[in-house]
C-alpha cells in the first residue's frame, strides 16, 4: 500500500501523544482510587466498577483517530478490477490483390467497411484485436475495449505484396494468447474473423493454422471477397487475382466456424452471440481512502453503542 499524502502521516504522532497522555491519567487516578478505609462498607455503597471496560471506548476512538488520519494521507492500493476475457480477433487481408475492383469500389474498401461494422456491432465489454497480413502478419491493435482505436488502425492499413492466411490466423492464436495471465492456463472464450480474398501466396499453409486454431478451440469465421474474374495492375502489368474461396471455406469448417461471401456485419451476429463469457482479474491501483473511512466509522459507531450500554453516556 502506498499513499498519495504521506506527509499527513505525521498525523498519527498526535494520536499516540493522546494514548500517553490517557495512560499517565489513569495511572494517576489509581493512585487516589482507594478513599475509605473500611473496603467492607465501601462494597456495599459503591457501585460494581466497570473494570478494564471503561477503557474500551477510549481505545477505540484513539484507533478512530488513527484510521481517519491514514485515510486523510489518501491510500492506494492494488485491486482486483472484474474485466470481461472474451476476445475477437478481426484479421484482416491487406495484400494487393485486395485492391480488385471486382467488388465495388475495391476489395479492401468494402473489406475495410465490413470490419468496421462489425465491430460496432460487437457487445461493449468484449476485448477486440486487429490483425493485417500481407507477405507477413502482425497485430495493429492488441485486444481492447477501445473501439475508437479499433476504427483508427482499421483506417491506416496499408496493402503489400503477398498473402499469408496462415501466418494471419497464427498471428491472431498469439494475440489472444497474450491478453492477460490467465490466458496460458485458462484460454478465454475466442474468435476469429478472417476478412481475406482466400489466395494464399506466403507463409504457412491456411490448413496448418486451421489445424493450430481447432487445437486451441478457437473458431474461424470467414469473409470471401471477390470473384474469379478479378485483376490488380502493378508497375503497367495486369494481374489476374482471381478469389479463392474455397480456401476460406475449407478453413471455417476445420475449427468450427462459417464461412461467408462479401457478408455483412449483421450475419456475423452468430460470432459473438455463441462467444460466451469469461470474466477474469486485472491489478489496478486505486484510491481506497473510503475503505479508512469505512473502518473508522464502524469503530466509532462500537464505541458509542459500548459507552451506552455500559456507562449510559457517549464517551
Given at each position: ?24 491519567m ?80 475495391d ?8 470490419a ?19 507477405r507477413?502478419a502482425?497485430v ?136 460466451g ?19 473508522g ?19
Amino acid at each position: 500500500m502506498t499513499f498519495l499524502s504521506p506527509g499527513r502521516l505525521w498525523l498519527l504522532l498526535a494520536v499516540a501523544v493522546l494514548a500517553v497522555v490517557y495512560v499517565g491519567m489513569q495511572r494517576r487516578r489509581s493512585k487516589y482510587a482507594v478513599r475509605f478505609t473500611n473496603l467492607a462498607l465501601l462494597d456495599k455503597v459503591a457501585p460494581n466498577q466497570p473494570g478494564w471496560r471503561r477503557h474500551l471506548p477510549a481505545a477505540a476512538f484513539l484507533a478512530m483517530l488513527g484510521l481517519l488520519v491514514v485515510a486523510f494521507a489518501r491510500p492506494t492500493d492494488n485491486v482486483r478490477v472484474p474485466r470481461e476475457r472474451a476476445t475477437v480477433i478481426v484479421t484482416l487481408d491487406v495484400s494487393a490483390s485486395m485492391l480488385a475492383t471486382d467488388v465495388e469500389p475495391d476489395r479492401i474498401t468494402v473489406a475495410r467497411g465490413a470490419a468496421e461494422a462489425f465491430v460496432d456491432k460487437l457487445p461493449a465489454q468484449f476485448n477486440v484485436g486487429l490483425v493485417a497480413f500481407s507477405r507477413a502478419a502482425s497485430v495493429v491493435v492488441p485486444p481492447t475495449t477501445d473501439r475508437d482505436v479499433l476504427i483508427r488502425g482499421i483506417n491506416s492499413l496499408d496493402t503489400g505484396p503477398g498473402t499469408a492466411i496462415g501466418d494471419g490466423i497464427t498471428t491472431s492464436l498469439q494475440a489472444i494468447a497474450a491478453l492477460d495471465a490467465q490466458a496460458a492456463v485458462d484460454p478465454p472464450p475466442a474468435r476469429i474473423v478472417l476478412l481475406s480474398d482466400g489466395a494464399n501466396t506466403a507463409g504457412r499453409s491456411p490448413e496448418v493454422a486451421a489445424a493450430a486454431a481447432a487445437q486451441a478451440q478457437v473458431p474461424v469465421y470467414t469473409i470471401a471477397y471477390g470473384t474469379e474474374d478479378g485483376v490488380v495492375e502493378i508497375n503497367g502489368e495486369v494481374i489476374p487475382v482471381p478469389a479463392d474461396a474455397p480456401t476460406l471455406r475449407e478453413v471455417a469448417d476445420a475449427t468450427g466456424g462459417r464461412a461467408y461471401e462479401a457478408a455483412s456485419g449483421e450475419e456475423l451476429r452468430e460470432v459473438y452471440e455463441d462467444i460466451g463469457s469469461s470474466v477474469g482479474y486485472r491489478l489496478v491501483k486505486q484510491d481506497v481512502t473510503a475503505r479508512y473511512v469505512g473502518f473508522g466509522l464502524i469503530v466509532a459507531f462500537a464505541a458509542a453503542a459500548a459507552s451506552l450500554l455500559w456507562f449510559s453516556r457517549l464517551p
